[in-house]
């Protein structure tokens, strides 16, 4: 049995984003394969807002070191019936991975 979040999109369609399954704080009805679909109000593009702003800051923080190469890789899950996107760990220490190179060639010269 799998946790569905489900959301609108702008065309009026429907998205369902696979959840948590401790999501739900109350138990929801199962579809006939068992599945739960927890219903939001809020449209996809509107959850997602947050993870480009989180992008976009972490963006501005690192062109500041000139790198030649910056590599940033996140994972975001919905939680709550509220359909929110949160930021997850990676792996069990990190949220965040960021990699960055600098060519030897363009770091003398800069």
């Known amino acids: 049995m799998a946790t569905y979040i489900e959301y609108k ?5 429907k998205v369902l984003v696979e ?6 704080r109350a ?3 199962a579809n006939r394969g ?9 449209k996809l593009e509107n959850a997602l807002s947050a993870a480009k702003h989180t992008a976009t800051a972490i963006w501005h923080q690192l062109t500041e070191l ?3 190469e910056v590599e940033v890789t996140y994972g975001i899950k ?11 760990k990676l792996d069990a220490e990190a949220n965040y991975t960021i990699k960055m190179k ?4 363009t770091a003398t010269s800069r």
């Open 9 to 13: 999109l702008e065309g009026g369609s």
């Open 19 to 24: 959840a948590d399954a401790s999501t739900g």
């Open 27 to 29: 138990t929801k009805a």
């Open 34 to 42: 068992g599945d739960v679909i927890i219903p939001v109000d809020q």
């Open 66 to 68: 000139d790198a030649d």
């Open 78 to 88: 919905t939680i709550g019936e509220a359909g929110l996107f949160a930021v997850c």
């Open 102 to 105: 600098w060519n030897k060639k």
